[in-house]
C-alpha cells in the first residue's frame, strides 16, 4: 500500500488543520493505522493510531483532548483533526498503516509509511 499524507502548514497557536492520509495499491481495512511526528534531532514520536475497523484508538498524553484520528475505509483515506494547536504541536507529520495486530503505537511495528506534512504552529 502507498501512503501519501497532506494538509498540513502554517497556523497560529489555537488553531486547527485536519491532515488526510490517502491510500492507494490496496485498501486500508486490511491495516491498523497511526499517526507519528518528528523533529529535527529527535526520534519519531507517535501520535495517534486507529484500528482497522476504527472501533479502537489511542492517543499520546499531549494531544488527547485536542487531536481526533479518525479513518473512511470507504474513502480509503485517515484523517487526523488537529484543534487547539500550540507551538509544540510543530513537526512533519507522517502517516503509517501496520499489519500488526490491534491498536499499534510503536513505529518498529509498522509496515508502510506517507511521505510525511509539515505543520508548523506560530505563536
Known amino acids: 500500500v502507498q501512503l501519501q499524507a497532506f494538509g498540513g502548514g502554517l497556523v497560529q497557536a489555537g488553531g486547527s488543520l485536519r491532515l488526510s492520509c490517502a491510500a492507494s495499491?490496496?485498501?486500508?481495512?486490511?491495516?491498523?493505522m497511526g499517526w507519528f511526528r518528528q523533529v529535527p534531532g529527535k526520534e519519531r514520536e507517535f501520535v495517534a493510531a486507529?484500528?482497522?475497523?476504527?472501533?479502537?484508538?489511542s492517543y499520546a498524553d499531549s494531544v488527547k483532548g485536542r487531536f481526533t484520528i479518525s479513518r473512511d475505509n470507504a474513502k480509503n483515506t485517515m484523517y487526523l483533526q488537529m484543534n487547539s494547536l500550540k507551538v509544540e504541536d510543530t513537526a512533519v507529520y507522517y502517516c503509517?498503516?501496520?499489519?500488526?495486530?490491534?491498536?499499534?503505537?510503536?513505529?518498529?511495528?509498522?509496515?508502510?509509511w506517507g511521505q510525511g506534512t509539515q505543520v508548523t504552529v506560530s505563536s
Open positions: 503509517a498503516a501496520s499489519t500488526s495486530i490491534g491498536v499499534v503505537t510503536t513505529p518498529s511495528r509498522y509496515d508502510y
Open positions: 486507529i484500528k482497522w475497523n476504527g472501533g479502537s484508538t
Open positions: 495499491g490496496r485498501t486500508i481495512s486490511s491495516y491498523n
